[in-house]
């Protein structure tokens, strides 16, 4: 049977049952191709409509790129016309072979040594077809070197000398496995070649009944210590780098992981199959048509295979036999969650688990009470009649001894439930607008230029009380407004990524002492004990964002501004604090901003003019009073939230890019 070997990309095959597969880019291996995995592309991983697939992890045939140094690279030739050229040489003295070849047709300026010239050696060359001078050139080096003559390049002559093979002294040394890394001389060299794989054994036998070059094994380089001419030495290059590979080259790989059998059944089952179809599987340590290397830790298999058929012969017999058993016996099976905790999967099933009339044995509270020694709980766990659950928070695993059928059934769960979180990148806009007769009573968003809503019903205004647009606001936009009235003023612009369902809370501001208990010494009135407390003041928001199927995200938002007043209260040597806040839940479609509004403050102030010392007179002192006047300062707090929902890595780097882009003098290095 002739099967051929095709060099496939690295891939993942996720294969269930006869169900349709679902084909997925990994990162290349080690011994795949550096060229080919270069271009491959890393494809997003759904979520799997199948229940308790097989994945394999195809890794294709190992080449040489990553395990193999050596560069076979041909030696330099030189560079030539692109003319065509026909030859016929016969029975031609060695210098006259020279002069026709190297002086005539190819144009080079060469010397003879007395040796070469007083040859009488003669040689034939017919070459009835057209060939390049690159080939002409090559093809009168090999016959001069059958007949030991060598030449060498000195700035643009070639000098011509006769070999020496007897010749001891005067040694050229060349070290590694590189053609290129031979030394370009006519006399004898040393070289030295190191092995990586092959024993140096059945190197050697090749190299000594193929050539007439001397070798040496160096066991404290593990190399070949090569003796001969560059002839020599490049013919045993050629042979060392053809054999000295690893076993595994050209073999496919792939990585296949089980959900039911384990690594070792898998083993057993296929040898007995393979032994029928008469297809060998190697035994341990040994090379064969099919190895499989059980990997009890990851509950999987490597496999090796001679061909790309005989890979898929042994993936479909995997996928025949990692089928749920019949048998009602119960085994252990271990989940590894690839994109949630399994902290957290694990109380949603035993909370199913309850209503399914299990016995919960440790529940989620039990969880986060210490155990002896005031460590927390690495594990929980609950069982059913058929089934029972454990989690292993240390390895990030969920631990199930049931049987088979009942397993299979609540992989489809939990699969389902083992999908990548959302995130919500929140921005936020606090802004202080000083009000006027123009916002007399407050900002009326929606009558305002620019900020129109598409959609009137989701719009409100109340003068006096919070107003919100839901729809029809841009963010951006709506800053830019803002900013471009020299009556308001944007007090902070928080960014902050939350993922799904969890709390993000910011604050900037200056913690305030302020003085709380006052004790004095009844005796000692002068002795006065006081008990100062730090309050935090500024801008501090938390937000707890939920994304639903609609791409709706459901906000639990509170926001607070607080800030030291001018006023002080009599006795009292602590400054007040003016605080503004609000707690809300709020539903915001993905990429609309909601304005939030309506806290206005009012700080009120009298003023005059009068003539200094008569206007403290008593009686008469009025009479001294110019203009009087009270001054009212009204402050409105405007917040708006854009809620973005952030679903992949490609949404984190364009949320990355929006906000590097606004500050152009800075460079991020990401």
């Not at 290059?237 to 070792?264: C, M, Q």
């Not at 006081?530 to 928001?541: A, E, I, N």
Request: glycine content about 6%; overall charge negative.
């Amino acid at each position: 049977m002739k099967f051929k070997t095709s060099l496939l990309a690295c891939v993942v095959l996720a294969l269930a049952g006869c169900k349709t597969s679902e084909r997925i880019v990994v990162e290349p291996s080690v011994l795949s191709n550096s060229d080919r995995a270069s271009n491959q592309k890393v494809l997003p991983n759904q979520q799997a409509d199948k229940v308790g697939e097989l994945t394999l992890k195809e890794l294709g045939p190992l080449d040489s790129a990553g395990v193999t140094p050596p560069n076979t690279q041909q030696e330099a030739v030189p560079s030539f016309d692109d003319g065509k050229v026909t030859i016929s040489a016969d029975g031609l003295l060695i210098r006259d072979f020279i002069q026709l070849v190297f002086g005539e047709q190819l144009d080079l300026d060469y010397a003879l040594s007395n040796k070469v010239r007083s040859k009488q050696e003669r040689v034939s060359l017919t070459l009835r077809k057209p060939i390049s001078k690159q080939q002409l050139y090559l093809n009168a080096k090999e016959i001069l070197q059958q007949n030991k003559i060598a030449f060498k390049e000195k700035k643009g002559v070639y000098f011509f000398e006769e070999l020496d093979l007897n010749k001891k002294d005067g040694f050229n040394l060349g070290v590694g496995r590189s053609l290129s890394d031979v030394p370009d001389v006519t006399g004898q060299i040393l070289h030295v070649a190191p092995l990586y794989f092959a024993d140096w054994r059945s190197i050697n036998r090749i190299t000594q009944s193929l050539t007439n070059s001397q070798t040496q094994y160096l066991a404290e380089r593990n190399a070949l210590l090569i003796t001969g001419v560059r002839q020599q030495v490049e013919q045993v290059l050629k042979i060392v780098n053809a054999f000295d590979r690893p076993s595994a080259k050209g073999r496919h790989i792939g990585i296949v992981e089980l959900v039911y059998l384990t690594p070792e059944e898998l083993e057993s089952q296929l040898t007995e199959i393979f032994a029928i179809e008469g297809l060998k599987v190697a035994e341990k340590g040994k090379e064969g048509i099919i190895a499989i290397t059980p990997m009890k830790r990851m509950r999987s298999a490597l496999v090796h295979s001679a061909s790309k058929e005989i890979f898929d012969r042994v993936m479909y017999w995997t996928e025949k036999l990692d089928v749920p058993s019949t048998s009602d016996g119960r085994r252990y099976y271990t989940y590894f969650p690839k994109n949630v905790s399994a902290a957290d999967m694990g109380k949603s099933l035993s909370k199913l688990f309850q209503l399914s009339g299990s016995k919960n044995q440790s529940s989620a509270s039990s969880q986060d009470k210490p155990a002896e020694g005031g460590k927390k709980e690495a594990s929980s766990s609950s069982s059913m009649q058929d089934l029972a659950m454990t989690v292993d928070e240390i390895q990030n695993a969920l631990v199930f001894y049931a049987t088979p059928s009942r397993y299979h059934e609540a992989l489809e769960l939990i699969e389902r439930l083992d999908v990548m979180p959302g995130q919500v990148l929140i921005e936020a806009a606090v802004v202080e607008v000083t009000l006027d007769n123009n916002f007399s009573t407050g900002i009326d968003w929606s009558r305002k230029s620019g900020f129109a809503a598409q959609d009137k019903k989701s719009s409100l205004s109340i003068g006096n009380g919070l107003s919100y647009v839901i729809q029809g606001v841009d963010f951006n936009a709506s800053l830019e407004f803002l900013e471009s009235n020299s009556r308001i003023k944007i007090v902070s612009r928080p960014r902050v990524l939350v993922r799904d369902g969890r709390s993000a809370n910011m604050s900037v501001g200056t913690e305030i002492p302020v003085i709380t208990q006052t004790v004095s010494d009844i005796e000692n009135t002068e002795q006065v004990l006081q008990t100062v407390q730090y309050r935090s003041t500024g801008v501090s928001l938390s937000v707890t964002p939920t994304i639903n199927a609609r791409g709706v995200v459901a906000l639990n938002l509170t926001q607070s501004v607080s800030a030291v007043g001018e006023d002080k209260i009599d006795g009292i040597n602590s400054p007040t604090i003016l605080n503004r806040s609000f707690n809300t839940d709020l539903l915001a479609i993905d990429g609309k901003t909601i304005i939030l509004g309506g806290l206005i403050s009012e700080d009120s102030s009298d003023a005059g003019t009068s003539v200094p010392g008569f206007s403290k007179l008593p009686i008469i002192g009025n009479l001294f009073f110019g203009s009087k006047s009270e001054r009212a300062n009204r402050v409105e707090l405007v917040v708006m939230i854009t809620p973005r929902i952030i679903a992949s890595e490609e949404g984190i780097n364009e949320a990355i890019d929006a906000i590097t882009s606004e500050y152009e003098n800075f460079e991020f290095n990401l």
